[in-house]
Nanobody, 114 residues
Framework: QVQLVESGGGLVQPGGSLRLSCVASGFAFSNSYMAWYRRTPGQERELVAGIRRNSENTDYADAVRGRFTISRDNAKNTVYLQMNDLKFEDTSVYYC???????WGQGLQVTVSS
């Protein structure tokens, strides 16, 4: 059974940091391109960051490049998203998934507010 279990969301002030984690099971994680997405009400879900199977290449949306860092631990079937210098516009529900897409997990609410 495929599972994507995200953790680490919450409320943070502008300029603050959060680290999201996603533990995957039920598929070949170490061979998979993994990514973090976010979906804000009224907007399409967007890819925030992605990482290739051996961490040799990463991809970032322009809006987060230089502030967010994606990483993975294949031994733990876990992908991380370190989010620094958070901005109001980063408020969203964050999801992890692979490419090609699997069923979505429950997502994590990240709220940036003063």
């Amino acid at each position: 059974q495929v599972q994507l279990v995200e953790s680490g969301g919450g409320l943070v002030q502008p300029g603050g940091s959060l680290r999201l984690s996603c533990v995957a099971s039920g598929f070949a994680f170490s061979n998979s391109y993994m990514a973090w997405y976010r979906r804000t009400p009224g907007q399409e879900r967007e890819l925030v960051a992605g990482i290739r199977r051996n961490s040799e290449n990463t991809d970032y949306a322009d809006a987060v490049r230089g502030r967010f860092t994606i990483s993975r631990d294949n031994a733990k079937n876990t992908v991380y998203l370190q989010m620094n210098d958070l901005k109001f516009e980063d408020t969203s529900v964050y999801y992890c998934n692979r490419l090609p897409l699997l069923s979505w997990g429950q997502g994590l609410q990240v709220t940036v507010s003063s």
